[in-house]
């Protein structure tokens, strides 16, 4: 019962590096989200999926690209890393739509130096 | 705009004291409001849901309270415990589309 999983838990990375996020879930959910989480600020959506082959961007997009190729997995690709990405990334699926009875992963703590 | 403002930032409690946290919001049209716990180092998990026809629901020892008129709700906790330590997030969702609006978090620690 992993529900959703991410990886790597901790990473830092030099300005200019690209990486990949990855977020799995095994709960044959159809909507799948990356958030980031900064200090004092709540949640903000950065793309989302409802489904396999269909993305979309969410309220900060930019800097990041997502794909969804199979039902199951949601990598968050950083393109050309900078310090203003340092934050945590959390992945969340849902059943029923975006925003619905998320599941969270445990996220992903990103230091950019 | 969209805003969900939260009450205290931070809170100390003693072990079996009770507590309310406040949440204010300026979301429109609403469609429903979550409270969601945040344990260091992990994701947030839902306590509970209401509807704008809502004005109370309980899940254990956290109750949620919900004014619609004054876009307004409360969650109280009772006899708070050591595991009750965490953040404490009210996320509102809008009536159409996917977005929700996050309020930064209450931060509250349990003392023994």
């Known amino acids: 019962n992993a529900g959703v999983t991410q990886t790597p838990k901790f990473q830092v990375l030099k300005t200019g590096q690209s990486m990949t996020l990855q977020c799995a879930q095994d709960?044959?959910?159809?909507?799948m989200s990356w958030y980031r989480q900064d200090p004092g600020m709540g949640l903000r959506l950065i793309h989302y999926?409802?489904?396999?082959?269909?993305?979309d961007q969410g309220e900060v997009p930019n800097g990041y690209n997502v794909s969804r190729s199979t039902t199951e997995d949601f990598p968050l690709r950083l393109l050309s890393a900078a310090p203003s990405q340092t934050s945590v990334y959390f992945c969340?699926?849902?059943?029923?739509?975006?925003?619905?009875?998320?599941?969270f992963g445990s996220g992903t703590r990103l230091t950019v130096v | 705009k969209n805003q969900v403002e939260q009450s205290p930032q931070s809170l100390i409690i003693l072990e079996g004291k009770n507590c309310t946290l406040q949440?204010?919001?300026?979301?429109?049209?609403?469609?429903?409001l979550r409270w969601y716990k945040q344990d260091t180092g992990r994701g947030p998990v839902s306590l509970t849901i209401?509807?704008?026809?809502?004005n109370t629901k309980s899940n254990g020892r956290y109750t949620a309270t919900l004014d619609a008129d004054t876009k307004q709700s409360s969650l109280h906790i009772t006899a708070s415990q050591l595991s009750d330590s965490a953040s404490y997030i009210c996320?509102?969702?809008?009536?159409?589309?996917?977005?929700?609006?996050f309020g930064g978090g209450t931060r509250l620690m349990v003392k023994p």
């Open positions: 949440c204010n919001y300026t979301v429109s049209p609403f469609s429903n």
């Open positions: 709960m044959n959910h159809e909507y």
């Open positions: 209401m509807t704008f026809s809502e």
């Open positions: 999926s409802v489904g396999a082959g269909i993305t």
């Open positions: 996320v509102v969702k809008i009536q159409a589309g996917n977005m929700l609006t």
């Open positions: 969340a699926s849902s059943y029923s739509g975006i925003g619905d009875g998320y599941t």
